[in-house]
């Protein structure tokens, strides 16, 4: 089959984390035999961010991890979509995509039917921006692929798609795996970016006073870290080493004993039951996790079997001196976390999802049963 996508980038992952969920439904999608090509803008942000703090070699690294993937940077005032499209059999948009290049290709849609065009919602402006998500022009798309339910749901409700299907991300079990035997480095890892202050009294609450209260060895990943968010992490005692490319994350995680979810606010508030793509990579790197309140609607895990929940910072910290005390109940949570990830979330499964999606596309099914295909839930808005 010959998949198209376009997406922001798949060279970078600065402040990018939809690129991990891509780079490994794209190394599904090679492994298995298909055609794929990814689109991405020749000045993405990401890219451009990534090269100016870091230069070439990220890019040379990424070529390296992630041999036979490529990307096809485009000019988008002199994209032919009739060259990148002919042929195809399936095209995946993502939300990162302006405006009238989704316009574009839905039209190039309605012209040429012999493929199926999905458009990819892994964020939270739905709720956020939604004059903005309002604004893509989906008509001529056969549906949409909402990384949650209640994302899903929004684009039914609001009229914004005739069909949609809910497809999480999940992990690249070709890269995230534990590393038994790594060299330790120290108690507590986080890996995340400070961002635009969605998640600061979080961190504050659920990572950075129970580093400081516990005198934990702590070590924090990120970017966008401006300056007052780096005191805050030297009062607190941790160490802050800055961008870590994504797929050497499974080696960090090996080299500490636990690590920590803390999700954004619009996530925890209006899109209950999104993750974030970390929690199915921590998993599956077999570390112990304790995540501050999240509602899992969608029961993609077993809270207290798969992961430990703190409901205020005083229970983060007791549970993190827990795992450092009882070294078989961190072991035994991290078996079952990591367990859970190889029986339902990983990219194969993901791409089975969407195998799945476009055979019934293709076959005209457009509505079968609820539970036919585990995690991507087909909807019409009739």
């Excluded at 798949?10 to 990814?38: C, I, K, P, T």
Aim: proline fraction near 5%.
């Amino acid at each position: 089959m010959r998949v198209r996508m376009f997406y922001h980038s798949l060279l970078s992952d600065w402040n990018h984390g939809n690129a991990h969920f891509l780079r490994g439904v794209v190394s599904e999608l090679l492994a298995r035999g298909h055609d794929v090509q990814v689109y991405e803008p020749h000045d993405s942000w990401s890219l451009q961010n990534l090269l100016r703090e870091h230069g070439e070699a990220p890019v040379a690294e990424f070529y390296a991890a992630y041999p036979g993937q490529r990307s096809i940077r485009y000019q988008e005032d002199a994209f032919d979509l009739d060259e990148a499209l002919e042929g195809a059999d399936l095209v995946i948009v993502h939300e990162w995509t302006g405006h009238e290049l989704v316009r574009r290709i839905g039209q190039h849609r309605k012209l040429h039917r012999g493929y199926r065009l999905l458009f990819h919602d892994t964020h939270h402006r739905a709720v956020t921006a939604p004059e903005a998500m309002a604004a893509y022009d989906l008509s001529h798309y056969d549906g949409v692929l909402a990384y949650g339910a209640v994302l899903r749901d929004i684009y039914l409700k609001r009229g914004w798609a005739a069909s949609a299907w809910t497809w999480h991300e999940a992990a690249d079990l070709r890269v995230f795996r534990p590393m038994p035997g790594a060299p330790q480095d120290g108690d507590l890892i986080w890996i995340g970016n400070w961002g635009d202050e969605e998640r600061s009294a979080e961190l504050r609450e659920y990572l950075l006073d129970p580093i400081r209260a516990l005198g934990l060895a702590a070590r924090v990943y990120g970017v966008r870290y401006p300056d007052h968010a780096r005191c805050a992490l030297e009062e607190s005692g941790a160490s802050y080493g800055g961008w870590l490319a994504n797929f050497k994350a499974p080696q960090a995680y090996a080299a500490f004993k636990m690590t920590v979810h803390v999700p954004r606010r619009p996530y925890v508030e209006a899109l209950p039951g999104i993750p974030t793509i970390r929690v199915f990579e921590a998993l599956a790197c077999g570390i112990p996790l304790v995540c501050s309140p999240w509602e899992d609607v969608e029961n993609l895990f077993t809270p207290g079997s798969d992961y430990l929940v703190a409901r205020d910072g005083r229970e983060m910290a007791r549970h993190l001196r827990m795992l450092l005390n009882e070294p078989d109940t961190a072991s035994e949570l991290a078996r079952h976390g990591r367990e859970t990830i190889l029986s339902r979330h990983s990219c194969a499964h993901r791409v089975d999802e969407l195998l799945a999606i476009h055979s019934r596309l293709v076959h005209g099914a457009t509505r079968p049963g609820p539970q036919l295909i585990q995690g991507a839930v087909p909807i019409s808005s009739a």
